[in-house]
T-cell receptor
Framework: DQQVKQNSPSLSVQEGRISILNCDYT??????FLWYKKYPAEGPTFLIS?????DKNEDGRFTVFLNKSAKHLSLHIVPSQPGDSAVYFC????????????FGTGTRLTIIP | NAGVMQNPRHLVRRRGQEARLRCSPM?????VYWYRQLPEEGLKFMVY????????ESGMPKERFSAEFPKEGPSILRIQQVVRGDSAAYFC???????????????FGPGTRLTVT
């Protein structure tokens, strides 16, 4: 049962344009969401997070939007740079103090120079 | 400020052998998590530990897998009698004391790639 879904396995975007990565979840108890970036042969690196009390969080070129009614979040990267090419994972955590993260299957982003 | 350290980075074991994976959390972090990533999949939670305590092992296979985080030394994930299906990347993460009012991130190590032949 995949509670966090990233339906696009891959995405290609021109350098300088906006990259939009999407994530859907089914567990209504999730109240904290995170995006991680992963390069090959490395561990995931934390990018940005959002609590369910917000609908937007921004950090430099990265913005995460949360639509609780649709159980959907998205990560916007603008402008996209070649170093952004990586696999991006969406993750979620629930409100009962369960500290484990539930991850999506990832989206491979390729930035075309 | 060293990050999460894992060793070995690569481990090859024959079927039936034991695999021991080590994780040293970031300085000041007292919570350790283990995740497994199978090829072409996302990370799957295995176990959450604090010093000398297993808090949540709901993701651990019932047999052959065990984890500990002793008072002194690194956290250890132990796989006995490995099988080919255990081949995966095993990631450790650490966090400071979780708080619902503070941003909550887990910081990951580089992973151990286990290959069972």
């Amino acid at each position: 049962d995949q509670q966090v879904k990233q339906n696009s396995p891959s995405l290609s975007v021109q350098e300088g344009r906006i990259s939009i990565l999407n994530c859907d979840y089914t567990n209504s108890m999730f109240d904290y969401f995170l995006w991680y970036k992963k390069y090959p042969a490395e561990g995931p690196t934390f990018l940005i997070s959002i609590s369910s009390i917000k609908d937007k969080n921004e950090d430099g070129r990265f913005t995460v939007f949360l639509n609780k009614s649709a159980k959907h979040l998205s990560l916007h990267i603008v402008p996209s740079q070649p170093g952004d090419s990586a696999v991006y994972f969406c993750a979620a955590n629930d409100s009962f103090g369960n500290e484990k993260l539930t991850f999506g299957t990832g989206t491979r982003l390729t930035i075309i120079p | 400020n060293a990050g999460v350290m894992q060793n070995p980075r690569h481990l090859v074991r024959r079927r039936g052998q034991e695999a021991r994976l080590r994780c040293s959390p970031m300085k000041g972090h007292s919570h350790v998590y283990w995740y497994r990533q199978l090829p072409e999949e996302g990370l799957k939670f295995m176990v959450y530990l604090q010093k000398e305590n297993i808090i949540d092992e709901s993701g651990m296979p019932k047999e052959r897998f065990s984890a500990e985080f002793p008072k002194e030394g690194p956290s250890i994930l132990r796989i006995q009698q490995v099988v080919r299906g255990d081949s995966a990347a095993y990631f450790c993460a650490s966090s400071p004391l979780p708080g619902r009012t503070s941003s909550y991130e887990q910081y990951f190590g580089p992973g151990t790639r286990l290959t069972v032949t």
